[in-house]
Protein backbone atom coordinates (compact mmCIF):
# COMPACT_ATOMS: atom_id res chain seq x y z
CA UNK A 1 0.00 0.00 0.00
CA UNK A 2 1.34 3.44 -0.72
CA UNK A 3 0.46 6.43 0.66
CA UNK A 4 1.34 10.34 -0.07
CA UNK A 5 0.99 12.52 2.60
CA UNK A 6 0.92 16.26 1.90
CA UNK A 7 1.83 19.08 4.15
CA UNK A 8 2.71 22.86 4.29
CA UNK A 9 -0.49 24.54 3.13
CA UNK A 10 -2.01 27.52 4.69
CA UNK A 11 -3.09 31.27 4.73
CA UNK A 12 -0.74 33.76 3.41
CA UNK A 13 -1.03 36.79 2.00
CA UNK A 14 -0.92 38.40 -1.45
CA UNK A 15 2.68 38.39 -3.01
CA UNK A 16 3.84 35.86 -0.20
CA UNK A 17 5.43 32.38 -0.06
CA UNK A 18 4.33 29.14 0.99
CA UNK A 19 6.24 25.30 0.59
CA UNK A 20 4.60 22.58 0.02
CA UNK A 21 5.99 19.11 0.69
CA UNK A 22 4.55 15.75 -0.38
CA UNK A 23 6.26 11.84 1.04
CA UNK A 24 5.47 8.73 -0.36
CA UNK A 25 5.35 5.68 1.54
CA UNK A 26 5.27 2.07 1.45
CA UNK A 27 5.84 -0.96 -1.08
CA UNK A 28 7.47 1.72 -2.96
CA UNK A 29 10.00 -0.17 -5.71
CA UNK A 30 10.44 3.05 -8.03
CA UNK A 31 9.14 6.82 -8.40
CA UNK A 32 9.12 7.88 -11.81
CA UNK A 33 7.63 11.50 -12.12
CA UNK A 34 5.67 13.07 -8.86
CA UNK A 35 3.84 16.55 -9.44
CA UNK A 36 0.80 18.45 -8.18
CA UNK A 37 -1.95 19.49 -9.33
CA UNK A 38 -4.83 22.00 -8.03
CA UNK A 39 -8.47 22.65 -7.52
CA UNK A 40 -9.92 25.82 -7.08
CA UNK A 41 -13.36 25.41 -5.80
CA UNK A 42 -15.64 25.17 -9.11
CA UNK A 43 -13.12 24.61 -11.15
CA UNK A 44 -11.28 21.16 -12.88
CA UNK A 45 -8.24 19.99 -11.35
CA UNK A 46 -5.60 21.48 -13.08
CA UNK A 47 -1.57 20.95 -13.34
CA UNK A 48 1.06 22.78 -11.54
CA UNK A 49 4.32 21.16 -11.66
CA UNK A 50 5.82 17.93 -12.75
CA UNK A 51 8.80 17.01 -11.87
CA UNK A 52 10.60 13.56 -13.24
CA UNK A 53 12.92 10.97 -11.61
CA UNK A 54 15.75 12.47 -13.22
CA UNK A 55 15.36 16.10 -12.47
CA UNK A 56 13.37 17.46 -15.73
CA UNK A 57 10.35 19.49 -14.94
CA UNK A 58 7.57 20.59 -16.50
CA UNK A 59 5.24 23.60 -15.40
CA UNK A 60 1.79 25.18 -16.33
CA UNK A 61 2.13 28.77 -17.79
CA UNK A 62 0.84 30.44 -15.27
CA UNK A 63 3.26 29.29 -13.10
CA UNK A 64 6.63 29.81 -14.85
CA UNK A 65 8.89 31.80 -13.07
CA UNK A 66 6.70 31.46 -9.84
CA UNK A 67 6.80 28.41 -8.59
CA UNK A 68 9.77 25.49 -8.54
CA UNK A 69 9.10 22.18 -7.99
CA UNK A 70 11.68 19.90 -7.03
CA UNK A 71 12.39 16.17 -5.59
CA UNK A 72 14.53 14.51 -2.91
CA UNK A 73 14.65 10.85 -4.21
CA UNK A 74 16.23 9.93 -0.89
CA UNK A 75 12.95 10.45 0.80
CA UNK A 76 11.03 9.87 -2.04
CA UNK A 77 9.55 13.45 -1.44
CA UNK A 78 8.50 15.97 -3.74
CA UNK A 79 8.91 19.81 -2.91
CA UNK A 80 6.49 22.74 -4.35
CA UNK A 81 7.92 26.41 -3.38
CA UNK A 82 5.51 29.01 -4.33
CA UNK A 83 6.41 32.55 -4.02
CA UNK A 84 4.91 35.78 -5.46
CA UNK A 85 1.23 34.24 -4.61
CA UNK A 86 -1.83 35.78 -6.05
CA UNK A 87 -5.48 35.10 -4.81
CA UNK A 88 -6.31 33.40 -7.85
CA UNK A 89 -3.85 30.70 -6.40
CA UNK A 90 -6.19 29.70 -3.90
CA UNK A 91 -6.97 26.11 -4.37
CA UNK A 92 -6.76 22.58 -3.01
CA UNK A 93 -3.48 21.58 -4.11
CA UNK A 94 -2.82 17.31 -4.43
CA UNK A 95 0.33 15.86 -4.60
CA UNK A 96 0.33 12.82 -7.28
CA UNK A 97 3.10 10.45 -7.69
CA UNK A 98 3.73 8.06 -10.86
CA UNK A 99 5.36 4.94 -9.51
CA UNK A 100 5.86 1.03 -9.25
CA UNK A 101 5.14 -1.11 -6.74
CA UNK A 102 6.53 -4.52 -5.29
CA UNK A 103 4.72 -7.69 -4.47
CA UNK A 104 5.36 -11.06 -4.61
CA UNK A 105 8.09 -10.25 -7.18
CA UNK A 106 5.65 -8.98 -9.62
CA UNK A 107 6.05 -4.86 -10.40
CA UNK A 108 2.80 -2.83 -10.72
CA UNK A 109 3.02 0.46 -12.07
CA UNK A 110 0.20 2.50 -11.35
CA UNK A 111 -0.87 6.55 -10.16
CA UNK A 112 -1.55 7.43 -6.75
CA UNK A 113 -2.79 10.93 -5.00
CA UNK A 114 -2.49 12.48 -1.53
CA UNK A 115 -5.01 14.03 0.18
CA UNK A 116 -4.98 17.56 -0.86
CA UNK A 117 -3.36 20.54 1.44
CA UNK A 118 -5.55 23.87 1.21
CA UNK A 119 -4.00 26.82 0.15
CA UNK A 120 -5.65 30.51 0.54
CA UNK A 121 -4.26 33.79 -0.80
CA UNK A 122 -6.03 36.58 0.65
CA UNK A 123 -5.07 39.58 2.75
Known amino acids: QVQLVESGGGLVQPGGSLRLACAAS????????MGWYRQAPGKERELVAVVTSGGSTVYADSMKGRFIVSRDNDKNTTYLQMNSLKPEDTAVYYC?????????????????WGQGTQVTVSS
Open 96 to 112: NADLVTRSSGTRYRSTY
Open 26 to 33: GSIFSINA
